[in-house]
Structure formats: C-alpha cells, structure tokens
C-alpha cells in the first residue's frame, strides 16, 4: 500500500520547484510519480501522420521521486508525513503524522 496515491494533494519539498502544490495524475513505476503542473520541460516532437501527430514543441510532466513530495494537509496547511493504521472493522486507513486525522481514501 503506497503513502502517495493517484489523485492525492501534494506538495514538493525538495527540487526546484520546492512549495508547489498539484494534484498526482499518476504513479510512474514504484517510486515515481506525476504531478499536475510541477517539474515541467518542453520536449521537442517529431511529426508522426500515423498517429496524427504534429511537430513542435509541448510542455509535459516529468516524473519526481516521492520522496521528494510530501502530503498536503488542509488542516495544518503544510506537509505532513502519513501513517498507517487499521479500524475496529478491520479496514486499513492512511492518516495523518501531525493531527491523527484519517485521510479520505
């Protein structure tokens, strides 16, 4: 079970775009994820009419490392490291280091 999962508010805490927040579009691989609008490039693209691709040049995401992210909590306002516990009922939960507050998903 991850600490960072799809659709998660996170902030970044390490790089050049330390203290930006995003929203995670996807995890890349065990230890990687993607954040909306942090760790943008351009990257130069060749034309593929197969594809219907046009050449230029687009702005994408890069993968960070996750450790270099961390979560956002609202309460607190900052990041905020996650734990786990289980329920009386036997369910797993994510929550939060700082406040005890179980996280939502």
Do not use: C
């Amino acid at each position: 079970m991850e600490k960072i999962r799809k659709g998660d508010d996170v902030i970044v805490i390490a790089g050049k775009d330390k203290g930006k927040r995003g929203v995670v579009l996807r995890r890349s691989g065990a230890e990687h994820v993607v954040v909306e609008g942090v760790n943008r490039v351009k990257k130069h693209v060749k034309p593929n009419p197969v594809k219907g691709v046009v050449s230029g040049i687009v702005d994408k995401e890069m993968p960070l490392h996750v450790s270099n992210v961390s979560l956002y909590n609202p309460a607190t306002k900052k990041a905020d490291r996650v734990g786990f516990k289980t329920l009386e009922d036997g369910v797993k939960v994510r929550f939060f280091k700082s406040n005890g507050e179980v996280l939502g998903s």
